[in-house]
């Protein structure tokens, strides 16, 4: 069974920075597609960056320019997503997913509050 560690959530102030990290482990794949999506309360559930086996990477549109993801180059079970100037629209519980043969993984979500 999948399991998916999400760490690096927090209070926050506007125009800072800070990284999610999210781990897997429990099953014996090779590289995976994994990414984050996010929710805020209200609001519908948003995919906000996206990597995929062959290290393509994809973007909402709200984040372009600010966010990154990407995969630990000793470990590629476990993805970044360093978060830049940050703004409160930004608060909501990430959670990390991952994708393999179909079948997808969830984190348990971590918590990100930006406010001053």
């Given amino acids: 069974q999948v399991q998916l560690a999400e760490?690096?959530?927090?209070l926050a102030q506007p125009g800072g920075s800070?990284?999610?990290s999210c781990a897997a482990s429990g099953s014996n794949f090779s590289i995976p597609n994994m990414g984050w999506y996010?929710?805020?309360?209200?609001?519908?559930?948003?995919?906000?960056?996206a990597i995929t086996s062959g290290g393509t990477t994809d973007y909402a549109d709200s984040v372009k320019g600010r966010?990154?993801?990407?995969?630990?180059?000793?470990?590629?079970?476990?993805?970044y997503l360093q978060m830049n100037n940050r703004g409160p629209e930004d608060?909501?519980?990430?959670?990390c997913y991952l994708c393999y043969g179909g079948v997808a993984s969830?984190?348990?979500?971590?918590?990100?509050?930006?406010?001053?």
């Fill in 7 to 10: 760490s690096g959530g927090g």
């Fill in 18 to 20: 800070l990284r999610l």
């Fill in 38 to 49: 996010r929710q805020a309360p209200g609001k519908q559930r948003e995919l906000v960056a």
């Fill in 67 to 79: 966010f990154t993801i990407s995969r630990d180059a000793n470990a590629k079970n476990t993805v």
């Fill in 91 to 95: 608060t909501a519980v990430y959670n």
């Fill in 106 to 116: 969830w984190g348990q979500g971590t918590q990100v509050t930006v406010s001053s």
